[in-house]
């Protein structure tokens, strides 16, 4: 009944001639419940994918294929990849995604990390009706502009029309503003910082999982402060949460920065974001934290007395990363063999696949592979024990590292007899990823898997950085801004051109400007475009 | 500018004539941007509540007056204390609810606890997307009847109207079991277990913070099995581990039972249940379990195959509790004083209070009460240090009173010099909660702190439990049932009558069978109404 899905190159990458494991174990290999992904950018018009049932299942009768290769054709792989590891599925709604047990743990896995960091820099989370009133939405007059064309309304409530329409939520600076004028009244009551975690809801027309859906997961931020220079400071505070993030747990060199005007947020002052680069050389916007000025405040009326009793208005930010993420770390760290997850971020950081050919050896075998499990554990890391009779270790092999799983512990009898195991590193392909031999003994294995873990962690970034930093091209020119945007890279050059301009490049080379780097070249400058003296570089890019 | 509201009764009762503070210290308290709720349940039917930045203001400038009597208006008392605790705030429309950071708080404690228990029994967290094709509903009968008046729809998305509109899910069973068909299609798929935290919609008529609002968050649990025995098995073990939950975390103790078959779950064959019981008498359901039998499966073509090889349907069931947890936990415990938490829960188990009236007694003071946080939070204790100088400690004594926070540790000038604190329980008022001298070395003061609050939860449940048990009186007649009920307490009885005998008590009493309690009475029992044989006894109760 399952569907079988060879992956050839890899039988032969892995299990050369030379194997020490008997043929009947090498890799033929078949992963469950496979279905491609490849239509959800292109599904019909329609609201529903009736048909998806149905395609469904011819697909798995006939989905005798390996996962699309990366540079083959790099949208597909992506799906490939979310459809193979079980990270996302379509939703019946054209463009909505459901997050599978696997995506949404790398999901909290997102969460955890940045809720403590929101707390520790003195933020309460809490939550807020996703159901705005229409009205709410045209008070701040650039940001009806912006979010109009995207709006979801709720036009009917018990059976009744409503007498006014209601905005499923796209973001939700209107409605914290129309509460924060309830709850402000003193300075004493600033700063006031909130965050919630929540679904919204943008009506887009060409989406992909995680990149770009529906309806998506994410945080926001608000904050209401008495001075410009606080609300700045938060502002630049939170994108620097964002870096480290970024950095240091999924090991994505994002290059941070102010968004050009054009690109700034409907409703802000200044946007700062965090661009990333993925493997196929766009840039996705992975998050963002706006300087909202006053704009919000004098569009709602939220005011505070100052210690004079003078009525002010409030400045603000707000801020956010959402499941976008999860793509992010998709489209950096992955390759043919599906999906790689930095150790910080990964929901299982180990698995043990435990070998055995004959009944007799199967006891010893699972012994020991339970005793190495629970080491691992009691020692703080997330292991998985795959234990099941049902699939052989090849099929195993394939199906965790499609899943990104960092390490893989293999116990056969023969190791059970040496007391050790053999370790494999998801990063490094074949032999040269593989150890054989580390002692099975709780301190050596432990102190081992730790220091492996941290290699790939750092290892994962290295070859991030390199990668980014070999596909950013310094241009001085417009000539050569479009050479290296029709080479697919990155170009930084000094701009101080107008919105215009920039509007132009964009039109003639696909390329929009993607920040103003917060790591600016030193020296004076002259704008790639005019000639003119310019303060700062720009980074211009495709992106997602 | 900020409103005064003086809460006499405490003054009174905590501070008589020989307490040892001086007068400056005593409780003339303010308590911050109070705003009264009342008018949720009864806003205008528009769904926006313009004028409410207006009354609030006045509000301010009026509401010299303290939190209304439990026991003069319990609903009254219920809306002044989420005011005044800071729980929860009026959405911009009718019926919607905006948590505050003190409330959702308390719903993380509770995500906290849950979302553990349900990953130790074999449940993955996911994320279904929210909006539902309308068709979907329709597919299951009573599912559709009993959720179509309770709609929020759709229709226009991206400025276009929509070709079928859209439910924004009240519930999530229909995708869940349109996603669920496309993953399973063996035994060896099975159970499939899942859960999600989310936003769901219900279009009410009457509503009440926490309680019953139109939008809310809560778990939801789906799992598929392949026996009937199995799915019966899992949903009685997740009533069991909410009973527990309510029990040992919240102090609530429930009645688990099974709902009649008119209170059951539309689409579920058999419905589980907690049960509290509220301050006014009243019954609460505080969370369901369901277990679906085959009737989403059959709708759906959830199908497996068997070891067999024969298609079969699977075997459903659905779980959920959500923020009315919240109002529950303060409906049970509340008092005139306002809210109060079981330590378990509680978002801050211990707040200190430094006192000092001179200037260099301050450093001291404030030296000492850091010190206490520090071995408190490093014991493991959620600690505030309540160090503010805007407000007199008397102010603050009514505040973390209100917020029902468990222990109160105060630290003055003598205390300093005595190395001793003085620690006052929230659920003993008065001098009988207060004990003066307790060491302020860490040792003895963590055994101490950690004593007082696992007596606090004991405590906690033995006056809920006393308080229930009080309130529920056995009725072998119609007569007798109806005597209870209109003494507001619940009537427990044999019973065996008809859905229309169920009807008629509902229609002539307003009250309902809240439950067949687990736990039965031996011996033979004659129907109260009807006096023919009865297998069970059934509670009746009014309820929320």
Not at 19 to 37: E, G, I
Request: hydrophobic share 40%.
């Amino acid at each position: 009944m399952v569907a079988s899905l060879r992956l050839p190159s890899l039988t032969s990458l892995l299990f050369p001639a030379t194997t020490r494991y008997p043929a009947s174990l090498r890799r033929t290999v078949c992963l469950p419940n496979r279905r491609p992904l490849s239509g959800f950018a292109t599904a019909p018009s329609g609201t529903t994918a009736s048909t998806e049932t149905k395609s469904a299942e011819v697909d798995r009768l006939k989905s005798d294929r390996a996962v699309t290769p990366r540079s083959k054709d790099f949208n597909a792989w992506y799906l490939d990849v979310i459809a193979s590891a079980e990270l996302a599925d379509y939703g019946p709604v054209r463009g909505t995604m459901v997050i599978r047990p696997y995506g949404y743990a790398i999901w909290e896995a997102i969460q955890e990390y940045l809720n403590v960091k929101f707390k520790e820099t003195g933020h309460s989370n809490m939550y807020f009706p996703q159901f705005i009133p229409y009205s709410f939405i045209e008070k701040e007059a650039s940001h009806v502009e912006g979010f109009s064309p995207e709006l979801a309304l709720v036009t009917v409530g018990g059976g009744k029309e409503l007498e006014e329409k209601l905005v499923v939520r796209p973001t939700s600076e209107t409605i914290v503003n129309h509460m924060f004028t309830q709850w402000i009244h003193s300075y004493r009551d600033l700063p006031l910082m909130i965050n919630q975690w929540a679904n919204v809801t943008r009506w887009e027309m060409r989406t992909k999982p995680f990149i770009r859906t529906l309806e998506f997961l994410w945080q926001e931020g608000h904050t209401a402060h008495a001075t410009p220079e606080e609300a700045e400071k938060e502002a630049k505070q939170m994108i620097e949460i964002y870096t480290r993030f970024a950095f240091e747990q999924t090991a994505i060199p994002v290059i941070p920065g102010r968004k050009s005007k054009l690109e700034t947020f409907a409703g802000a002052d200044i946007t700062y974001t965090i661009e990333a680069m993925m493997g196929d050389r766009k840039a996705l916007q992975a998050g963002t934290s706006h300087n909202l000025g006053q704009n919000f405040s004098r569009a709602f009326g939220t005011q505070f007395a100052d210690e004079n009793g003078e009525r002010q208005h409030v400045w603000q930010t707000s801020w956010a990363v959402s499941t976008r993420f999860v793509g992010d770390i998709i489209m950096t760290h992955g390759d043919d063999t599906g999906l790689m997850l930095p150790p910080k971020i990964a929901p299982v950081q180990v698995v043990i696949v435990p070998i055995w050919k004959k009944e007799n050896e199967k006891t010893g075998v699972l012994s020991a592979a339970s005793s190495v499990k629970e080491a691992l554990h009691t020692a703080g890391f997330r292991v998985k024990l795959d234990d099941t009779d049902q699939r052989t270790p090849g099929w195993k092999f394939n199906f965790w590292e499609m899943k990104g799983i960092p390490l893989r512990i293999e116990i056969g009898p023969r190791d059970v007899s040496s007391n050790s195991v053999v370790v494999s590193r998801r990063d490094i392909p074949g032999k040269a990823g593989k150890v054989f031999g580390i002692s099975m003994e709780a301190s050596t294995l432990v102190a081992y898997v730790k220091e492996k873990l941290d290699e790939i962690q750092s290892s994962l970034l290295e070859k991030a950085v390199s990668f980014r930093d070999s596909n950013i091209v310094d241009v001085n020119s417009y000539d050569e801004l479009k050479d290296a945007i029709s080479l697919g890279k990155w170009a930084r050059g000094p701009w101080s051109a107008s919105d215009a301009d920039e509007q132009r490049v964009k039109e003639e080379t696909g390329a929009t400007i993607r920040c103003y780097p917060f790591e600016q070249p030193k020296g004076t400058k002259t704008c790639l475009m005019t000639g003119n003296p310019a303060e700062e570089v720009a980074i211009f890019a495709k992106s997602y």
